[in-house]
């Protein structure tokens, strides 16, 4: 089955440190890969995607992602971690012939200050 | 978020009665979504639709029904509610993910709970 998965529930990063965000997917042909960011009481919003090209993606708030074809893997990272980055994370792949997304279960980021 | 509203924001309902959640966007999308969001489940699809009077089913879809009879309003019924369906629920809209710039763009969430 198509999926993505997102293997750890929580993470806990100090301030100022690097953040990475673990994704990896599974699909039957090129991947069409998504991250989204949900803060409190609020909507998805859009961050990055990845649907050809560079395997290093940038996105919004200093956010980028590394698409690995061959450890079919697609982590969120940015470099200096902030407390406002705290928030739920989800990882999604396009699902071909549906036009939807399926996404991961989520990973909740701690910035500790 | 702009161009993608949901009603009511919260919703408190007792088991056994019917609610009608409704999505409205003003962006004239082909595609709208609904899906309900749990902790350990992260986003789970329910229906979606790809035009007016067009629709399927997701993964939970059982207890749920649908209608899009205009472009702008996209409807989620739960027939019978039951406090299994207490979640969060989510109204997504896409033109296509291949062209748009950001996949999806999300409501801002009902609340629903089921007492």
């Known amino acids: 089955a198509q999926s993505v998965a997102q293997p750890e529930d929580q993470v806990n990063v100090a301030e100022g440190n690097p953040l990475t965000v673990k994704c990896t997917y599974s699909?039957?042909?090129?991947?069409?890969l998504f991250w989204y960011v949900q803060y409190p009481n609020r909507g998805l919003q859009f961050l990055l995607k990845y649907i050809t090209g560079d395997n290093l993606v940038k996105g919004s708030y200093g956010f980028e992602a590394e698409f690995n074809k061959s450890q079919t893997s697609f982590h969120l990272k940015k470099p200096s971690a902030l407390v406002s980055d705290s928030a739920l994370y989800f990882c999604?792949?396009?699902?071909?012939?549906?036009?939807?997304?399926?996404f991961g279960k989520g990973n909740q980021v701690v910035v500790i200050p | 978020d702009a161009g993608i509203t949901q009603s009511p924001r919260h919703k408190v309902t007792e088991t056994g009665t019917p609610v009608t959640l409704r999505c409205h966007q003003t962006?004239?999308?082909?595609?709208m979504y609904w899906y309900r969001q749990d902790p350990g489940h992260g986003l789970r699809l329910i229906h979606y639709s790809y035009g007016v009077k067009d629709t399927d089913k997701g993964e939970v879809s059982d207890g749920y029904s649908v209608s899009r009879s205009k472009t702008e309003d996209f409807l989620l019924t739960l027939e019978s509610a039951t406090s299994s369906q207490t979640s969060v629920y989510f109204c997504?809209?896409?033109?296509?993910?291949?062209?748009?710039?950001?996949?999806?763009?999300f409501g801002s969430g009902t609340r629903l709970t089921v007492v």
């Open positions: 699909v039957s042909g090129n991947p069409y």
């Open positions: 962006e004239n999308h082909r595609y």
């Open positions: 999604a792949v396009f699902l071909y012939g549906n036009n939807r997304l399926a």
């Open positions: 997504a809209i896409s033109e296509s993910v291949w062209d748009s710039n950001d996949g999806y763009t």
